[in-house]
Nanobody, 122 residues
Framework: QVQLVESGGGLVQPGGSLRLSCAASGSAFSINAMGWYRQAPGKQRELVALMTAGGSTDYAASVRGRFTISRDNAKNTWYLQMNSLKPEETAVYYC????????????????WGQGTQVTVSS
């Protein structure tokens, strides 16, 4: 099955930047949508950014203008560039993909990375 491996989290000061990466590995699949979610302590997981296979994007209102999702199709990898980070954005960030298998509908669905901690603190 497809596995998503993410990296790039860490400690950053308020106003700083981080770039998260997510790489999908496997075979005989296509990615219908990809994106990023986050979950802060005591809060529900929320959508941060989403990109469709066609390249359209959506962002949470709180991050629009500061975060950018991008992709490298040749590497089955997508990224989240986070600028002007705020302390309240401290959370575990999860990469996400909706996977399509042309030969096996039972394997189609949502896949998640393992999560990477982003801490914004002075």
């Amino acid at each position: 099955q497809v596995q998503l491996v993410e990296s790039g989290g860490g400690l950053v000061q308020p106003g700083g930047s981080l770039r998260l990466s997510c790489a999908a590995s496997g075979s005989a699949f296509s990615i219908n949508a990809m994106g990023w979610y986050r979950q802060a302590p005591g809060k529900q997981r929320e959508l941060v950014a989403l990109m469709t296979a066609g390249g359209s994007t959506d962002y949470a209102a709180s991050v629009r203008g500061r975060f950018t999702i991008s992709r490298d199709n040749a590497k089955n990898t997508w990224y989240l560039q986070m600028n002007s980070l705020k302390p309240e954005e401290t959370a575990v960030y999860y990469c996400y993909a909706h996977i399509i298998y042309s030969s096996s509908t039972s394997r189609c669905g949502d896949y998640w990375g393992q999560g990477t901690q982003v801490t914004v603190s002075s």
